[in-house]
């Protein structure tokens, strides 16, 4: 059983900036890839941006070039580093690994932007 632990949650300024982390541990096989999702009060949980073993990223709209994703293979560990937050950016984010055809999910750290 894959675990994920996140951390790096918290209240910021809008403007300000936040770095979340996920540490993932207990997979017997590779992590393919790694993410962060996010879902707002009332809202659908959505995509925030991904990275593939190899270095291949993906990112909502919204926070392109804003937010920026990395990896540390070795230590199975990925990295949200948000800057320019903005109000809209409140959320719960949680992140995500999939081994071989199966998803895990953190259990979310709370991100709060006070505008």
């Known amino acids: 059983q894959v675990q994920l632990v996140e951390s790096g949650g918290g209240l910021v300024q809008a403007g300000g900036s936040l770095r979340l982390s996920c540490a993932a541990s207990?997979?017997?096989?590779?992590?393919?890839?790694m993410g962060w999702y996010r879902q707002a009060p009332g809202k659908q949980r959505e995509l925030v941006a991904t990275?593939?073993?190899?270095?291949?990223?993906n990112y909502l709209d919204s926070v392109k070039g804003r937010f920026t994703i990395s990896r540390d293979n070795a230590m199975n560990t990925v990295y949200l580093q948000m800057t320019s937050l903005k109000a809209e950016d409140t959320a719960i984010y949680y992140c995500?690994?999939?081994?071989?055809?199966?998803?895990?999910w953190g259990q979310g750290t709370q991100v709060t932007v006070s505008s």
């Open positions: 995500y690994a999939r081994v071989v055809f199966t998803s895990y």
């Open positions: 207990g997979s017997r096989f590779s992590i393919n890839a």
């Open positions: 990275i593939t073993t190899s270095g291949t990223t």
